[in-house]
């Protein structure tokens, strides 16, 4: 499954401890932006892991999952190969 995962954390010890677990499932593609694909398992353990870490009133991370459908029209506008490998430029061919 792939989603997109989101975040805004406020306190620095927080946010760098969530980033550092998330570049252990996917690719950071912004500073808060990360996309992952990840089975159910593995899933459950990182929403455990995220649980332990944030703090729900004051912190926000989102996830998106994108469907099969979804992902082959998913494009990005960069020379980075990550999980959404199709280009902008395809578009155009």
Request: aromatic share 14%.
């Amino acid at each position: 499954m792939n989603y997109v995962v989101s975040y805004d954390i406020s306190n620095d010890k927080r946010r760098k401890q969530l980033s550092d677990i998330l570049e252990g499932y996917g690719i950071r593609v912004n500073y808060s932006l990360f996309e992952i694909n990840i089975n159910e398992i593995k899933l459950k353990n990182l929403l455990l892991k995220i649980y332990e870490i944030i703090d729900e009133k004051e912190d926000s991370v989102r996830f998106y999952h994108i469907c099969k459908s979804c992902e082959n029209k998913s494009f990005e506008m960069c020379k980075r190969v990550g999980i959404f490998e199709k280009r902008f430029s395809n578009f155009f061919l």
